[in-house]
């Protein structure tokens, strides 16, 4: 219970004020979207600037934490994926948007703060790691795959197909922010002072920003898709994706205990945004995706006590 009350419930509460002012029209819609525009595009790129231009490359990025996590997302998609289509004869489309929304979960608005609270500041290696690879491998997978499927059906020749995947990782502001942590790290390049305090002030209100705005956009959700597909999506995100990294990482690679705190908290977060807009992006299996975001995100007040329990 005190897990519940000091970690959890406080980063939940945040999202609650967001979704309340919305709901209440203290902000309106243009408002949120200006706050998560400015918490993705300007406050959590210098976040993670920051924090990847002081890690220790050569022993953070160890294939095992990696292994353990990604096997993890990677199931959770395919299992999702071949049940939709299997189960509930949806077609290949949006069978992979379902997956996706497994497979993307909330590394930073939700798994950051939660392992922060958690474990504290000092703790967040691996947490930082994770998101340094999810969105460049998770996009780069779905959108490469979502091309494949819509090609077979008469879709965007392969040579269109990859200008958009490299395109849409180009411009992502939080890989520009990953980009240049590992340039000044592997330059071994100081920023000036003046310069690091103000990315740094700026880095400070990325998380709770975002926690704020999170709650406004989820206020235009509506639980309204199929059940079935919300319950594969919510099972896999919530409980096969953390579960398969617990397993990996106690029983074949014996992750130690800061790594494996950061991978499972990371895995058993609801799938983010991020999993409606690559459903919007191809107009297929919208409804589903949010709602499952929105359904995900409050299990997760609960799931989320229970693998901190688990954890060492």
Not at 93 to 101: L, M, S
Not at 110 to 130: D, W
Not at 286 to 295: D, H, N, T
Request: hydrophobic residues 55%; aromatic residues 8%.
């Amino acid at each position: 219970m005190q897990a519940l009350v000091e970690v959890i419930l406080p980063v939940f509460l945040l999202i609650a004020a967001g979704y309340a002012a919305m709901l209440a029209r203290i902000l309106p819609d243009p408002g949120i979207d200006g706050l998560m525009r400015y918490a993705n595009s300007i406050a959590a790129p210098c976040l993670l600037m920051l924090a990847i231009s002081r890690i220790d490359l050569g022993r953070a990025y160890a294939q095992d934490l990696l292994i353990s996590f990604y096997a993890g997302a990677f199931a959770s998609f395919l299992m999702a994926a071949v049940l939709a289509v299997f189960w509930l004869r949806r077609p290949a489309t949006e069978a992979v948007v379902i997956g996706f929304a497994a497979l993307f979960s909330n590394t930073l608005l939700l798994g950051l703060p939660i392992a922060e609270r958690a474990y504290g500041s000092g703790a967040l290696t691996a947490n930082y790691i994770l998101i340094s690879v999810h969105s460049p491998l998770l996009y780069t997978f779905g959108i490469l795959l979502m091309e494949v499927v819509q090609a077979r059906a008469g879709g965007l020749h392969p040579l269109r197909a990859g200008a958009r995947v490299l395109r849409g990782i180009a411009t992502q502001p939080l890989l520009i922010g990953i980009a240049a942590g590992f340039a000044l790290n592997l330059g071994q390049v100081s920023l000036p002072a003046p310069v690091k305090d103000a990315a740094e002030m700026i880095a400070r209100t990325a998380i709770p920003v975002a926690l704020f705005g999170l709650g406004g956009v989820l206020r235009r959700y509506r639980p309204q898709g199929d059940a079935r597909a919300i319950a594969l999506i919510c099972a896999g995100s919530l409980m096969l994706h953390p579960a398969l990294t617990w397993w990996l990482g106690t029983r074949y690679f014996h992750l130690d205990t800061a790594s494996l705190r950061s991978a499972v908290v990371t895995a058993a977060m609801a799938p983010g945004v991020n999993a409606y807009l690559f459903a919007h992006l191809y107009g297929t299996g919208q409804r589903v995706a949010a709602s499952a975001v929105l359904m995900a995100t409050a299990l997760t007040v609960v799931t989320a006590w229970g693998w901190l329990h688990l954890l060492p």
